[in-house]
Nanobody
Framework: QVQLVESGGGLVQPGGSLRLSCAAS????????MAWYRQAPGKERELVAR???????NYADSVKGRFTISRDSAKNTLYLQMNSLKPEDTAVYYC????????WGQGTQVTVSS
């Protein structure tokens, strides 16, 4: 099993930055894939960024060049650095891990508004 706990969400003005964190209950190097998803009101959950255990990263077109996914294996923590935030980035952001089964965090709200 893997428990995931997100933190770092909040209210930010357009153009601002936030860093989300996801603390995992086991070594993240043993987890094949970790990712960040988001779900805006009335919309389906969508992939934002993913990273494999080999360090390969992928991003949604809408966040390329603005968001960066990274990890700290010593802290068993996944991060999402979000820069140049836009109102359309407003959503609940979820941490995801695949370790024989899919696991999800509880979500953290990100609101981009002036």
């Amino acid at each position: 099993q893997v428990q995931l706990v997100e933190s770092g969400g909040g209210l930010v003005q357009p153009g601002g930055s936030l860093r989300l964190s996801c603390a995992a209950s086991r070594s993240i190097l043993s987890i094949g894939v970790m990712a960040w998803y988001r779900q805006a009101p009335g919309k389906e959950r969508e992939l934002v960024a993913r990273i494999t255990n080999l360090g390969t990263t992928n991003y949604a077109d809408s966040v390329k060049g603005r968001f960066t996914i990274s990890r700290d294996s010593a802290k068993n923590t996944l991060y999402l650095q979000m820069n140049s935030l836009k109102p359309e980035d407003t959503a609940v952001y979820y941490c995801y891990a695949y370790y024989t089964l899919p696991y999800w965090g509880q979500g953290t709200q990100v609101t981009v508004s002036s």
